[in-house]
């Protein structure tokens, strides 16, 4: 068997950094249908429940912050935040992900989200992702922000 070509496995990273990127608006999908099929076995699983706690992980949330896909593409905060309202998640971890989300992207003189994003017309139409969280009390800071780390409770 022969090893991938360059162009093979340069497309094969890609791939896997565009996963990280994805990985939040999968579980938003997925935070959906549970809404709508609450009864459905899935969402039982230990596999799903793995795929939930991947967010609190350092190298996802890491992956999240550094990723073309991720905060400023995707809006991951928000929609983290929502599969863990969906999923049984601390209100805590949930308002700590709007607030990186909305401190990165967040333009307040425009109140838009289109802070260093690629795509500024479909970002700023995806803040309608915080029409699925409760009312969760959240702090803006005009300070840069502290980096790529969430949750306080991290899991390597």
């Not at 959906?32 to 939930?52: C, F, K, N």
């Not at 929502?82 to 989300?101: N, S």
């Not at 700023?124 to 502290?146: G, K, M, Q, V, W």
């Amino acid at each position: 068997m022969h090893g991938l070509s360059t162009v093979d496995t340069i497309r094969r990273n890609d791939l896997f950094e565009k996963a990280w990127g994805y990985h939040s608006f999968n579980l938003h999908a997925l935070a959906m249908l549970a809404e709508q099929y609450p009864t459905a076995s899935v969402w039982d699983s230990a596999m799903l429940q793995r795929t939930i706690d991947l967010i609190s992980n350092l190298k996802y949330q890491l992956k999240v912050f550094y990723n073309d896909y991720g905060y400023s593409y995707n809006p991951a905060g928000i929609e983290n935040a929502y599969a863990l309202e969906v999923f049984g998640g601390d209100q805590h971890d949930q308002r700590r992900w709007v607030e990186k989300q909305l401190n990165l992207c967040y333009d307040s003189e425009e109140n838009l989200l289109i802070n260093g994003t690629p795509d500024p017309a479909t970002h700023a139409a995806r803040i309608y992702e915080l029409t699925y969280l409760p009312n969760i009390e959240i702090e803006l800071t005009s300070e840069d922000d502290s980096g790529p780390i969430v949750t306080d409770r991290i899991s390597r």
